[in-house]
T-cell receptor, first 106, second 112 residues
């Protein structure tokens, strides 16, 4: 069993739709990260969370420490949001989910 | 500000040839350094991490090795590449607190 599970694995949405990506983890953590990997391979950090909720533009990330669960929401999705979104947790080491491949269709 | 470099960006190598990928970090001291591999359609797999010069921890037994000859330099090597070594290799660094990792641009390796 993986320490970090993401769902869905693949997601296709129409432009403008509200998108949710889920992440569950099974280890103790000090922080949870949402990463975005562009088609070229580069990875950028979107959020680092240890509690509650963070918002950056159209992106919202939430975490429930008791339930060991986090969600990434994208409001008013746009084709440029198409990427792989990776959930990662920082415990005694870093654990990564396998990613959610998002395609937003114009 | 801190930056992380990897080279080469892409590499095509024949089976059985050696490999050396280099990663350097600027703007920070004594970083934790990591090598990851991302195979096609799969998640990131931690290969090696280092908390200091000459200190290497291996997470997965494999055909690869890592070295840290300087504080901000991390090298991934192989004496003889296998087809299964193909993938996207990412270097990352973090501070001692390990709360956030910063990724390099990656090296895409194709072994033929």
């Amino acid at each position: 069993k993986n320490e970090v599970e993401q769902s869905p694995q693949n997601l296709t949405a129409q432009e403008g739709e509200f998108i949710t990506i889920n992440c569950s983890y099974s280890v103790g953590i000090s922080a949870l990260h949402w990463l975005q990997q562009h088609p070229g391979g580069g990875i950028v950090s979107l959020f680092m969370l240890s509690s509650g909720k963070k918002k950056h533009g159209r992106l919202i990330a939430t975490i429930n420490i008791q339930e060991k669960h986090s969600s990434l929401h994208i409001t008013a999705s746009h084709p440029r949001d198409s990427a792989v979104y990776i959930c990662a947790v920082a415990g005694n080491q870093f654990y990564f989910g396998t990613g959610t491949s998002l395609t937003v269709i114009p | 500000s801190q930056t992380i470099h990897q080279w080469p960006a892409t590499l095509v190598q024949p089976v059985g040839s050696p490999l050396s990928l280099e990663c350097t970090v600027e703007g920070t001291s004594n970083p934790n350094l990591y090598w990851y591999r991302q195979a096609a359609g799969r998640g990131l797999q931690l290969l090696f991490y280092s908390v200091g010069i000459g200190q290497i921890s291996s997470e997965v037994p494999q055909n690869l090795s890592a070295s840290r000859p300087q504080d901000r330099q991390f090298i991934l090597s192989s004496k003889k590449l296998l087809l299964s070594d193909s993938g996207f290799y990412l270097c990352a660094w973090s501070g001692v607190a390990r709360e956030t990792q910063y990724f390099g641009p990656g090296t895409r390796l194709l072994v033929l």
